[in-house]
Nanobody, 115 residues
Framework: QVHLVESGGGSVQAGGSLRLSCAAS????????MGWYRQVPGKQRDLVAR???????DYVDSVKGRFTISRDSAENTVYLQMNSLKPEDTAVYYC?????????WGQGTQVTVSS
């Protein structure tokens, strides 16, 4: 069992920055693909960024150049640095642990960007 706890969400103005954290317990974040997803009311949960076991990263086109996903194995934590935030980035952000057939989710953290 993997337990994920997100933090770092909040309200910012457009152009601002936030750093989300996902602290994991139960398994190492280094042996899984760790992802950040976001969801707005009435829509599906979409992938924002992910980092593989080998360290390669993927981003949705809308956040490329603005968001950076990283992993701290010693802290067993995954981060999402979000810069140049836009109102359309407003959503609940969820951390995901994916390995083989296992998927675990955090409880989510709200990010609100005002114009």
């Amino acid at each position: 069992q993997v337990h994920l706890v997100e933090s770092g969400g909040g309200s910012v103005q457009a152009g601002g920055s936030l750093r989300l954290s996902c602290a994991a317990s139960g398994e190492s974040v280094s042996i899984a693909t760790m992802g950040w997803y976001r969801q707005v009311p009435g829509k599906q949960r979409d992938l924002v960024a992910r980092i593989s076991r080998g360290g390669s990263t993927d981003y949705v086109d809308s956040v490329k150049g603005r968001f950076t996903i990283s992993r701290d194995s010693a802290e067993n934590t995954v981060y999402l640095q979000m810069n140049s935030l836009k109102p359309e980035d407003t959503a609940v952000y969820y951390c995901n642990y994916h390995r083989d057939l296992d998927d675990f989710w955090g409880q989510g953290t709200q990010v609100t960007v005002s114009s």
